[in-house]
């Protein structure tokens, strides 16, 4: 098994190396059309001005993740008459490096990599999905039922699995976890695989490559659904606390007239005579009940805070030992 966790450690890493080499040229260049515009000025949301929208990507695929935003953009847009161009990110950060060069005026982003563009003056907060009146989720850390642990000290000598190193889901939350729970994530752990989603950490996890993988709770509540997972298969060693739902923002320099109607559209839009509840969605398909563009900021604060542990020390030096696996 190390044999085979070696190999799949390098070609994870590999390509996460990948994805980061490619960061800047993905975000600054979203699409050819884009960066032939790049320097044009005045993006307004008419027709011949249209908002870029870049959205992180999701286990599912580009195309996926597209049809799951473009029902409630298409409603905006025929209910509001604001215009929007729609790519997927080839990554967490390379939509943060869209924000930050300007070329993308509207994005959906995990609370991390909001948290990374709006340091850099490049994102503020838009909308936040609600559904059942919540407007959270939650990050675990899983292992085969069959191994018998109980408890995150329990992965002392064992491997793990993460997603992008810029999921909040899938990375951040399972190593603060560990630390909380005493546990090295360098010095404690056999290896991380750095698996660069939910759903391929879960999988290495279910074929037996690693002892554990840290995710989303909706992303494996999706996988049994969908019975990729099988519902006793796998059990929960830890459940992070309630983490505010990945953001919809909108960059500081659109004109305030196109922040007013942005914010009017996404408030309103389930309220619209006509409209589908069935449009109102996103991220993973997900049906939500509205959207709420008076999400308090400190909420995202205070999850960013419990992350303070993974620093970019930790971060980089478990890249590092992945690429010596």
């Not at 070609?11 to 800047?24: D, N, Y």
């Not at 085969?144 to 699995?161: I, Y």
């Not at 006509?274 to 900021?297: A, E, K, N, S």
Request: some cysteine; proline content about 6%.
């Amino acid at each position: 098994m190390r044999n085979s966790l070696a190999r799949r450690s390098s070609a994870c890493f590999m390509l996460t190396m990948v994805a980061l080499l490619g960061v800047v040229f993905a975000g600054a260049f979203p699409s050819t059309v884009w960066a032939v515009a790049a320097d044009e000025n005045g993006r307004d949301g008419s027709v011949e001005r249209p908002l870029r929208v870049m959205l992180i990507p999701a286990d599912t695929g580009a195309d996926t993740t597209l049809d799951d935003f473009k029902p409630v953009f298409n409603a905006i847009k025929e209910h509001f008459g604001l215009h929007f161009e729609l790519r997927v990110g080839t990554s967490y950060g390379a939509v943060v490096e869209g924000l930050c060069a300007n070329r993308v005026d509207v994005a959906f982003v995990g609370p991390v990599t909001y948290q990374q563009a709006r340091k850099r003056g490049a994102a503020e907060l838009l909308a936040v999905a609600v559904k059942e009146n919540s407007s959270s989720y939650r990050a675990a850390v899983f292992a085969r039922r069959e191994a018998g642990f109980k408890q995150l000290a329990d992965l002392r000598g064992k491997s793990l699995a993460l997603g992008d190193i810029n999921s909040t889901s899938s990375f951040r939350f399972p190593l603060a976890m560990l630390i909380k729970a005493d546990v090295d994530p360098l010095n404690d752990l056999q290896g991380i695989v750095i698996a660069g989603s939910h759903s391929t950490a879960m999988a290495l996890l279910r074929e037996g490559h690693v002892e554990a993988a840290g995710c989303s709770v909706a992303a494996y509540q999706k996988g049994v659904s969908s019975q990729v997972i099988g519902s006793n298969e796998l059990t929960i060693l830890a459940v992070s606390p309630p983490i505010p739902n990945p953001p919809l923002v909108m960059h500081p320099n659109l004109p305030e007239s196109v922040k007013r109607q942005l914010r009017q559209a996404f408030q309103t839009i389930h309220t619209v005579p006509g409209v589908d509840p069935d449009l109102i969605r996103g991220y993973g398909g997900y049906r939500y009940d509205r959207f709420d563009i008076d999400f308090p900021q400190e909420e995202f604060d205070k999850a960013i805070q419990q992350l303070t542990p993974v620093g970019q020390e930790l971060i980089s030096a478990i890249i590092e030992r992945a690429a010596d696996r």
